[in-house]
């Protein structure tokens, strides 16, 4: 389970796991967690290698050169989405899939 995600410099951020007994950096993240409005992680809304929203997912994918490791908050159907863009473009970097109150796979 993940307790919160922190920023580090530039555009990495670390997810952090219940207890802090495991962490994993990552050099963005995507908030997936479908329709649903959500408050957590809004002061990073803005900030470089975040996206918020679903509406926002793909102009982050745009961005990547892919080689990145990319944090995605959310494992049904949004996080999935994301996860088969990814394959399908080719990203050659890290995902690290966390569910929302959350269970961690690493890929």
Known sequence: M?????????????????????EWEVDTVALC????????YMEFIGCEGYSHDYSTHAGMIERL????????????????????????RGHRGGIVMGKVKWTVTIF
């Open 33 to 40: 967690t479908g329709a649903f409005p959500q408050n957590n």
């Open 65 to 88: 050169k892919g080689d990145e490791t990319v944090g995605v908050i959310g494992t049904h159907l949004t996080g999935i989405d994301i996860v088969v863009e990814l394959e399908r």
């Open 2 to 22: 993940v307790d919160e995600v922190e920023k580090g410099p530039g555009s990495s951020y670390t997810i952090v796991a219940e207890g802090g007994g495991q």
